[in-house]
């Protein structure tokens, strides 16, 4: 029989786990900082999972919640904002949830996040090697 503090254990190394696991939580940019689409003149994708983004005077790096190698394939990309954001905001991507980005005639992908980044960054992801 297993004593009471091996179960307290287990149960507390499980929880540690789930939590080390959780995703970070969700912080929109306010809207003065979003991205506003009619703005992009620039964007590069770095991964499966990361693009970045030159709208105007202001540089992002967009992180996706999964792989989405679909974004590789050309014209270009084009985002959607979610119901709030289009009706309320102007469809300016803030990093909220129902966000996503796609490329022509691929499905959408979820974006996890987005944070506002130097034109030195911007630069240094860009200069990453593809995969």
């Not at 009471?4 to 939590?19: E, G, Q, R």
């Not at 009706?87 to 959408?108: F, K, L």
Request: charged letters at 20%; a positive charge; hydrophobic letters at 40%.
């Amino acid at each position: 029989m297993k004593s009471p503090a091996f179960i307290a254990l287990l149960a507390l190394a499980a929880a540690a786990t789930a939590a080390s696991a959780a995703p970070p939580p969700r912080t929109p940019l306010p809207a003065a900082e979003c991205i506003q689409p009619s703005r992009i003149n620039d964007w590069h994708i770095v991964d499966d999972r990361t693009a970045t983004v030159r709208s105007g005077p202001k540089y992002y790096q967009v992180i996706l919640q999964t792989a989405c190698p679909q974004l590789r394939h050309p014209p270009g990309l084009i985002f959607r904002a979610n119901a709030a954001n289009t009706s309320a905001n102007g469809g300016r991507i803030c990093g909220e949830v129902g966000e996503s980005v796609r490329s022509q005639g691929q499905a959408p992908c979820a974006i996890e996040r987005i944070q506002r980044i130097d034109k030195t960054r911007f630069d240094q992801l860009n200069a990453t090697p593809k995969p």
